[in-house]
């Protein structure tokens, strides 16, 4: 998917300024910045939510991991997952909740779930419905670092089966190096830096990656 010269305005403020970027199919490219650099924006322009200025080429089916879980609050853990699905796809469901860990737990209201149960399920959805465009919204951010950690790990272990295209927004550039392929750095709307990140996600939790240092280099610095 490309984005060609694409542009986004709320009133006087610039959200995205005439960027022009491709997510290469397959990988995962993680978009990093401080808050209001546009990274939500360019989340909502991938899937089709807002309005912009300029061309999208490729435009894919996508599926949305929010930071918070955001299930239907009166529906069961397997009926969260069998509402984003045609009922001829409803016998994955339960396969899917056990691959993700909550055997078991099918018939629990979200209430009755953990926060980290609730977020499982939340993964388990997005992979579940289909689409061929993943937009990762802060998944991760509200964890504490075991929970971070294995559900990391989950998502990275479910996007082996299916290989397919995520965009990662993230203020944490450790998220970045365990899962990515390639990072962008959006500064007030403009694309300040893209890398590509050596070997292949996920990468160990624990190790520190020379790429770290060098994305906090590049959002510390001034955008020239």
Known sequence: MILRNVGKRY?????????????PEGAITAVLGESGAGKTTLLNV??????????????KPCSYLFQSPKLLP??????????VLPKEKWGEVRAMLCRVGLAGREGALPRQLSGGERQRVAIARAFLY???????????SSLDLSLKKTLMELVAELWEGTRQTVVFVTHDVHEAAVLAHRAVVLKRGRIAAELSLEGAPP?????????????????TSELV
């Not at 624990?206 to 994305?215: I, S, Y």
């Open 11 to 23: 009133g006087d403020r610039v959200a995205l300024e005439h960027i022009t970027l491709e997510f």
């Open 46 to 59: 991938l899937a089709g939510q807002t309005s912009f200025t300029g061309e999208s080429e490729g435009a």
């Open 74 to 83: 009166n529906l069961t853990a397997e009926q969260n997952l069998r509402f």
């Open 130 to 140: 289909p689409h061929e465009l993943l937009l990762m919204d802060e998944p991760f």
């Open 203 to 219: 990468r160990g939790f624990f190790v520190h990656a020379d790429c770290e240092d060098e994305l906090v280099r590049i959002l």
